[in-house]
């Protein structure tokens, strides 16, 4: 709280900077104190700035709380609220950093000491007993740890990934081989976001190096399926990285800069379209980095995770802040990741005190934390089809979560 005597001061200075000569006598004269423009006076229109500065942030309050009630319904207790269970011999115990699960029970797993593994689970799903793993296959597609991986959507039995050994690859899960596709190697430090384009037409990696490399699909006659496009320099590590969902446009976070970059290539090559500052009131000041991105379900907002235990909700068209949550913890050393759940009414963040926050988005309310863990949770998707979220993290286990408050599936 400001001191009296500093309050004294700004309103001193105003009443003088504005010529209430009689005003400023009175206060003078009420409080003891004189004002003295030769020692008293910092810079001009202190009070001024306070004041617009406290409006401003009055302003973007209140226009996400209607942005908010107005754009998004309530929730009806449709998120996961129980364990249901937990696969913890897919990795023999490795870290895990990364899973991916498709709605044919296709699931894929990336780990610390260059593992892969892929594993089918019995579907159709049966609530009354867990799934269970019909095959696992392990994968040598890197010399280190898996840091990312996606499958293609639409061919399902491609896997693209990328490792901390600075390359990519893509795996062809109906190979009988198990051998590797193609491995890319257009990068020089980690490769930490992998992810395909919804048309499956192309795919981007990014990486410490501070650059984003985007492939494109070549024709059918050549012997590689995919070749560098264009590669992308910012001025820092690139720490996020999303593709919408229903169009090939893209967004790049990159570590200490205020600033989201968005990309089309709808030409066939990668345009910047715009810049979105991050900031609520659209200054330069670094003070969160977005550590990981993704678009809502239906593509209308950007969520953000920070390094400064809050998520953060921008309108994409606006470029807006219209939300954000707190209650997770996750600092400068953490690697949060989040989700949307399936109709886009809930998120789900993880947390460093190995816990899932459950939040709506509507009222931003922490509405649950999912505990079951027991190392740090690294990753999370939700499986739309089966209505299952999953995790996996520091404990060597992939968790499979359900929602018992409402059926999901019919």
């Given at each position: 709280?400001?001191?009296?005597?500093?309050?004294?001061?700004?309103?001193?200075?105003?009443?003088?900077?504005?010529?209430?000569?009689?005003?400023?006598?009175?206060?003078?004269?009420?409080?003891?104190?004189?004002?003295?423009p030769a020692t008293m006076v910092k810079k001009t229109g202190e009070l001024q700035a306070i004041l617009d500065e406290h409006l401003a942030k009055e302003k973007i309050k209140e226009e996400a709380s209607v942005s908010l009630d107005r754009?998004?319904?309530?929730?009806?207790?449709?998120?996961?609220?129980?364990?249901?269970?937990?696969?913890?011999?897919?990795?023999?115990?490795?870290?895990?950093?990364?899973?991916?699960?498709?709605?044919?029970?296709?699931?894929?797993?990336?780990?610390?000491?260059?593992?892969?593994?892929?594993?089918?689970?019995?579907?159709?799903?049966?609530?009354?007993?867990?799934?269970?793993?019909?095959?696992?296959?392990?994968?040598?597609?890197?010399?280190?740890?898996?840091?990312?991986?996606?499958?293609?959507?639409?061919?399902?039995?491609?896997?693209?990934?990328?490792?901390?050994?600075?390359?990519?690859?893509?795996?062809?899960?109906?190979?009988?081989?198990?051998?590797?596709?193609k491995k890319f190697q257009n990068h020089t430090k980690y490769v930490?976001?992998?992810?395909?384009?919804?048309?499956?037409?192309?795919?981007?990696?990014?990486s410490y190096d501070t650059t984003v490399c985007v492939y494109r699909e070549t024709t059918e006659e050549a012997e590689e399926m995919y070749e560098l496009l264009k590669t992308l320099t910012f001025k820092g590590a690139v720490e996020s990285f999303a593709f919408q969902h229903h169009s090939d446009v893209f967004v790049v976070g990159v570590r200490n800069d205020y600033l989201l970059y968005c990309y089309t290539l709808e030409s066939g090559s990668p345009v910047k379209t715009r810049e979105i500052n991050m900031n609520a009131l659209g200054d330069d000041f670094v003070s969160f980095t977005a550590m990981f991105c993704s678009f809502s379900p239906d593509d209308k907002y950007i969520l953000l995770s920070t390094d400064k235990d809050r998520l953060i909700l921008y309108g994409w068209d606006t470029g807006k802040q219209i939300a954000n949550f707190y209650g997770g913890n996750s600092d400068t050393y953490g690697q949060p990741r989040h989700c949307w759940d399936q109709g886009g009414r809930y998120i789900y963040g993880s947390s460093q005190d190995m816990t899932i926050c459950v939040w709506e988005v509507r009222s931003q309310k922490l509405v649950t934390r999912l505990e079951g863990h027991t190392g740090t949770v690294r990753d999370l998707c939700f499986c739309d089809k089966l209505g299952l979220l999953v995790s996996a993290g520091y404990d060597g286990s992939v968790k499979l979560w359900r929602n018992t408050l409402q059926p999901i599936l019919p």
């Open positions: 709280m400001m001191e009296d005597k500093e309050v004294i001061r700004l309103i001193g200075q105003f009443l003088h900077e504005h010529g209430y000569t009689q005003a400023l006598e009175a206060l003078t004269d009420e409080s003891g104190r004189r004002f003295d754009l998004f319904e309530p929730g009806q207790q449709e998120y996961v609220n129980e364990l249901w269970c937990s696969l913890g011999q897919l990795t023999a115990g490795m870290n895990i950093l990364v899973v991916r699960l498709l709605e044919n029970g296709a699931l894929a797993i990336g780990a610390s000491k260059a593992m892969v593994v892929t594993a089918e689970l019995s579907v159709p799903i049966s609530w009354e007993c867990p799934p269970s793993i019909l095959l696992s296959t392990n994968h040598l597609a890197c010399n280190g740890a898996v840091l990312a991986i996606n499958f293609h959507p639409t061919k399902r039995n491609l896997l693209l990934g990328g490792s901390m050994d600075r390359t990519a690859f893509l795996l062809d899960l109906d190979r009988t081989d198990n051998t590797l596709v930490v976001q992998a992810q395909w384009a919804p048309s499956g037409k192309y795919f981007a990696t990014a």
